[in-house]
């Protein structure tokens, strides 16, 4: 993500312009994390594995605080500031990204219905 806002800052015209304004007021850390996910999720075989990931990504993402962040700046107060955290792409570490691809414990973890087991 860093190497693709990196190359639109360094583009001249409008559609980079505009592009680089929209992601910087994207959560980075959502972001980076939506970026590896769609890298990782053409490798996974089956469909029961990337349910499971995209799943375990999500429980995750609906919990961090950048979720409610940007509810509450684009729908509670309608001031389209969301305060993200960290702020910026280059402060979400790969460590911080890789959390979210972690597998849940088998209790929360996303299961097939029986007939795809």
């Known amino acids: 993500f860093d190497e693709i806002l990196a190359a639109l800052e360094a583009e001249d015209g409008d559609w980079a312009t505009d592009t680089l304004a929209a992601l910087k007021k994207r959560s980075p850390t959502a972001c980076k994390v939506s970026l590896r996910m769609l890298v990782e999720s053409?490798?996974?075989l089956h469909f029961v594995d990337e349910m499971?990931?995209?799943?375990a990504i999500m429980a995750r993402m609906h919990r961090a605080p950048d979720f409610a962040e940007g509810v509450r700046a684009?729908?509670?107060?309608k001031t389209g500031d969301p305060a993200w955290s960290p702020p910026t792409a280059a402060e979400v570490?790969?460590?911080m990204v890789d959390a979210y691809f972690e597998p849940l414990p088998p209790a929360e973890?996303?299961?097939p219905l029986p007939a795809y087991r």
């Open 93 to 95: 570490t790969p460590a």
């Open 74 to 77: 684009l729908l509670i107060d």
């Open 42 to 44: 053409p490798q996974q």
């Open 52 to 55: 499971r990931m995209e799943y």
């Open 109 to 111: 973890a996303w299961t």
